[in-house]
Every structure is written in C-alpha cells, then in structure tokens.
C-alpha cells in the first residue's frame, strides 16, 4: 500500500507546523503550504509550495502535481481586530480571501481525489469566534462562521462517499496571532478559562491526530478547543 498523503496549509509555523510535525510522525508524506515564510517551511520534511492558497490558480497549480490525497487539513488564517467602521474593503477582503476562500479552493480540487479512493478526511482549523462572536473582531469571526458552515454543509454531502469533514473551533491558542496582547490582558484571559491556561499548537496537533483516526460516523462537527472558555 502506497503512503497516505496529507495536505497542510499556513504550514510553516504555530497550529500548522506543530500539525505537519505530527503527522510526520505519524509517517504521512506532507504537501506544505505558505503564503511566505520559506526558510521555516524549509525545515519541515515533504513538499513545499510558497503562495497565496486564496488564489485559486495557485492551488490548482498544486494539484496537478499531487495524485492522492488522503488528509487536508486547512490551516492558513490571519486576523484584524478594530472596528468595523475602520476596517477597509481590502482588509475585509484579504480576510475573505485568506480565511474562507482557501477553504473552498482547497476542497474544490482535494475531493476529487478523495472521491476516487472512496476516503478521506477534511480537517477545518476555525476558531470558537466563529460561533460565538466577538467584539472588534466581527470580520474575523464572520470568516470562522463560514468556515463553520461550510463545514457542515460539507460533511453532509460527502457522508455517503465515506469521506469526514469535521472543523476545530480553537480557543486561545499561543501563537504568534495571539503575542499581540499585552502581559496583562494575557493573564486576564487566562483567569476566565477553566483550564487556566493557553492552548498550544501542539494541542490542536494531537486532535487533528486523532480526528485522522476517530470513527468515520464522527463528521460535519463543529469541535470546541478552548479549554471550557466558551
């Protein structure tokens, strides 16, 4: 049997490096994505694409050199937090572009792949933004809240064809999108989650991990990973 492959986008650091780490662990051969970044990419063994994963061209690009996919895992997301009044129309649609529109590009051309083989698994990285809201950051959590949605639309519809398409809803994880907060709002926040701490990439690895390897009747869910937050 041939190795099972898996996809990662916004590879090069945070949640997705620590997700490529794992699953080269886990002996999957990895197609890797960034938008910039190329020396970190570089680091991380399997093959290595540098662009915008919104631009459709550029991702359809990529598969043409892929045949098989077995897992994608889509990663790649920026935030803007201010007002809404402040927010100009290429910031929201930099937003759009980077955090949903990669989404569809992604599955537009994985789940043929997928489809041919009669499997897969289709791993969203979203944000309880998504489903809860949140002031100053409204663009942001509309581009989760697609991300959510499609998530479950997609996972009915691909069901029947035995391939899951489940999303993770990310509390606060530490990442470098997360560093811009002050040492005291940090410990602010830390007070209001149960679990008292941040999340690491490398809890949003581990069930990426054992989304890969769950039953197959687990899909189109929406999965909190906030430790009790929301």
Known sequence: MSQKTAMITGASRGI???????????????HLICRKNENLLKELPGHHYIGN??????????FQKIDRLDVL???AG???????QDLTPGEWEELINVNLTSVYNTCHFA??????QHSGRIINISSQWGCAGASTEAAYAATKGGVNAFTR???KELAPSN???NAIACGVIDTDMNRSFSEEDRLLIKEEIPAGRFGSP?????????LINTTSYLTGQIIGLDGGWI
Request: net charge negative; proline share 2%; glycine share 8%.
């Open 16 to 30: 997705g490096r620590a997700v490529a780490e794992r699953l080269a662990a886990d002996g999957y051969d990895l």
């Open 53 to 62: 994963v919104g631009d459709h061209h550029f991702v359809s690009e990529i």
């Open 73 to 75: 895992v889509n990663n």
């Open 78 to 84: 920026i935030s803007k937090i201010g007002l809404i």
């Open 111 to 116: 789940v043929p792949l997928m489809l041919r």
């Open 153 to 155: 639309s997609l996972g």
């Open 163 to 165: 391939i899951q398409v």
């Open 202 to 210: 490398e809890d949003v690895a581990d069930l990426v991990s054992s």
